[in-house]
């Protein structure tokens, strides 16, 4: 498949919260709010701390712009006076609570109640002190029940029609809040302190406010609420005519960091699991530099593996134990016991194993759990099992053949080869048009494209790569069928031969991919690959040679459409070193374009779908290859389907590419690499398998 699209997904609501924007959330989230006395008492300074002088989009004289808050240096006199809980005293006079308090790196911020703070009265060159507990402490005995709050509505605000993972109707998920427009009515309605009426007449006081652009955020006391209460209704500031309620503890910002600690799930199998590429001064090499933790992404997957209680191991061998896991914009940080760990010997580019039930005992260093088909010791040369399609050069054929280079096409370029060497995905299947590179049947290839198949080629060597030379042109050439009077059998053969006199002596050069996706070939196409093959040789007799299978070359179809392809005994021999070919995705069509986003995948459709091509395979004692695969970013039934199709595939050592990365894809939803740069889902599931070196030679072969 080859399809060169930009696919705009929908974005996720951002929401300021009180944090660094660069923080990876490590926060101490509050389980009570001390209200504040209305007695005066003597209040004395514990310790008093200067104002960190940050003045950015987020920031300014080191004041949060978006809800009340500071930033201070985080030392340790600073860290045991400045807690939740403890009142402050600003330098305007006024005195606060601390409801939070967020580490990043060197500096902290304590989070307090309240509306936010003015930065010309309290920011930097301004301090700020923490007071003694004993000016804070609540009367002894309890006070007088209150009377019930009735309240008459003063204003109203539509709700937010916000649905995702963080939203129902407006209405926030994880504790009780909504989302309105930020208007000046509402700024001026909905405060901290101030009570709302919902539409089921119930009465809640709010504990914070977050702005985010056009929208706020009003977070109320209380347990969280139905999506039933948001939008269409509305939300109604009340005002109390009688004594309040005194104000519960806040709730948890929205898109803070998310504490979870789930009980241990029923024993699984220890699973592989790539390191976030996170560098600076919060980590190195997704591992965490203030206390020993790691950096994974927010994967329905590495959610169920990583709990309290759960056991890590590092490539070194090391185990840990999971403390603590905090969710916050598609990673999960993981906090651990013991001490400090090593970003240099455990971090990115190596992986790590998560299990709940433990490891036995330590491996040796770099060694990983792996699922092998046999018991036997792992193979001294282990094949890649799983790779990457690297599109690029296949791209505008449908608007100019054979079309300008850099305009219509492009191929890939050192960074993409280096970057998936580094997230040992180091086999390479690379597509191209056969009309670029022999732009006329039966003559000379054409210099400048063999320059660059040949400059992409020292790329892949540069960084240990193998590279399968896909001939990207669905059994067609400038649109003619293969064995036509146009394009007959014996100019296919010779195209090949050429081809392979260019690369027959380049190390990067592993195999030799005959034809994408033929169909519609009326019953030619076995003919034709027995004659490429022969002719490709009598020029490399030792590289790989991948035979597709006709019908789009689908596993599923396969045995239906590709029983003729094999009827030459020469195209059963195993000493010829043939691979056959299939392709496999998951939508209803077998197409590859899920097409309806909300489908959900069964499981095991994967391997439903491999079964017939790898029987079949098994049968006739053939080697095999899924040359394309891949999951949309939006759906998580298909990725978990990914999971379990590589797996059996692995089991049967049979390699996969995955479809696609390299560069033009904009935000193609199947793409590992994308304009935004945002977290590819199915990256976790490709990397975890792909440390799997338990197969020395391509399967099934039995």
Known sequence: MSIKIAITGSHRLLLSTAIFSSMVAFAVLPQTVIAATTSPVAVSAIATAQINNFTTSEWLKGTWRGSAGFSIPATAQNKAA???????????????????????????????????????????????????NSAVQPPVSAPAAAPAASTSAAHSSAINNYTNNDWLNGVWRKSAGFSIPTSTANTAAFKPGASVKLADGQVRQITAIYTSGQNMSVMLAGSTLGGNLGYPNKLYAATPSTVAPSAPAAPSAPAAPVVTAPSAPASK??????????????????????????????????????????????????IRTVNMVYRFGGNMTVLLDGAQVNGNEVGYPRTISVSSTGFSSQPAAGSGNVNSPADNAAPANPINLIGINLAGAEFGAGEALPGKYTIHYIYPGEDDFKRYANLNMKLVRLPFRWERIQPKLNSDLNGAEVTRLMATLDHAKKHNIQVILDMHNYYRYYDKLIASKDVPISAFADSWTRIAKKVVNHPAVYGYGLMNEPHATNGKWPDAALAAAKAIRMVDSKRWIYVAGDRWSSAFHWPSYNIQ????????????????????????????????????????????????????LTKYKLRGFIGEHGAPDFSPSAIVATDNLLKYLNQNCIPSTYWAGGPWWGEYALALDVKSGKSRPQLPILLKHAANKACGAIGPLK
């Open 82 to 132: 400045f807690k939740k809980g403890v009142q402050v005293r600003l330098a305007d006079g006024q005195v606060r609570t601390i409801n939070a308090v967020y580490f990043s790196g060197a500096h902290m911020s304590p989070m307090l109640s309240g509306s936010t703070l003015d930065a010309s009265k309290t920011g930097y060159p301004h301090s700020v002190s923490a007071l003694s």
């Open 565 to 616: 392809l094999i009827n030459d005994p020469w195209m059963r021999d195993p000493k010829n070193n043939l691979v056959y070919e299939a392709h496999l995705y998951l939508d209803a069509d077998y197409s590859g374009k899920y097409r309806d986003p909300k489908a959900v995948y069964d499981p095991m459709e994967g391997v439903k779908r491999a079964k017939p091509f790898v029987e079949w």
């Open 269 to 318: 199998p220890a699973m592989t699991v790539a390191l976030n590429s996170f560098n600076g001064k919060d980590f190195l090499g997704g591992i965490y530099l203030s206390s020993p933790g790691i950096s994974v992404q927010d994967t329905e997957a590495n959610r169920a593996a990583f709990h309290k209680g759960a056991q890590v191991r590092f490539a070194n061998g090391q």
